[in-house]
Antibody
């Protein structure tokens, strides 16, 4: 069955960097687009970034553009989120999620499988 | 950006009751709407996509309806395991995909 496992979260000072990983198994990882979605403590869901199945096209929320980088290694079945210049407001649980369908021009679909999340805390 | 608004924020209901949750989009999203359930400490789980299609393994007591800008999720007879937070999400236009702020179902 589909399995997504995030790792790499932790406590970091504002301005520092962190890299999250999402290990995928149970499906053809290289054929699916992937998203990162975050949830601040006690708050709702906020989309962060997406990457097409081939890793070429990427899109970001305005709140993280220029600071976060999404990438993937289809040989290692792993998704990444490099987070630089972290801010207090980036504190959240970060989920990776698989999007059911991507076309050549649109990967903004519904998310059919989610990882358990990893907590990132940006605090001095 | 398409804004999704859910109502009410919290709903107190008794097991066995029928409940309807609402979700409104700031512009038409055709049928590109999904619903998720999230229990405390867990990841969201996909319930419904394409307004009314239940995902694999989702019980038939969950149903979705609507079109354009107005959508509803109905749970025909609440079970104890259904008390959770429910989010709607549009994927008609993005980025970004956007979520509603959630409706919390609590036990009366």
């Amino acid at each position: 069955q589909v399995h997504l496992v995030e790792s790499g979260g932790g406590v970091v000072q504002p301005g520092r960097s962190l890299r999250l990983s999402c290990a995928a198994s149970g499906f053809g990882f290289g054929t699916y687009g992937m998203h990162w979605v975050r949830q601040a403590p006690g708050k709702g869901l906020e989309w962060v970034a997406l990457i097409w199945y081939d890793g070429v096209q990427k899109q970001y929320a305005d709140s993280v553009k220029g600071r976060f980088t999404i990438s993937r290694d289809n040989f290692k079945n792993t998704l990444y989120l490099q987070m630089d210049s972290l801010r207090v407001e980036d504190t959240a649980v970060y989920y990776c999620a698989r999007v059911r369908f991507c076309s050549s021009t649109n990967c903004n679909g519904y998310l059919d499988h989610w990882g358990q999340g990893t907590l990132v805390t940006a605090s001095s | 950006e398409i804004v999704m608004t859910q109502s009410p924020a919290t709903l107190s209901v008794s097991p066995g009751e029928r409940v309807t949750l609402s979700c409104r989009a700031s512009q038409s999203i055709d049928s590109n709407l999904a619903w998720y359930q999230q229990k405390p400490g867990q990841a969201p789980r996909l319930l419904i996509y394409g307004v009314s299609a239940r995902d694999t393994g989702i019980p038939a007591r969950f149903s979705g309806s609507g079109s354009g800008t107005e959508f509803t999720l109905t749970i025909s007879s609440l079970q104890s395991e259904d008390f959770a937070v429910y989010y709607c999400q549009q994927y008609n236009k993005g980025p970004p995909i956007t979520f509603g702020q959630g409706t919390r179902l609590e036990i009366k």
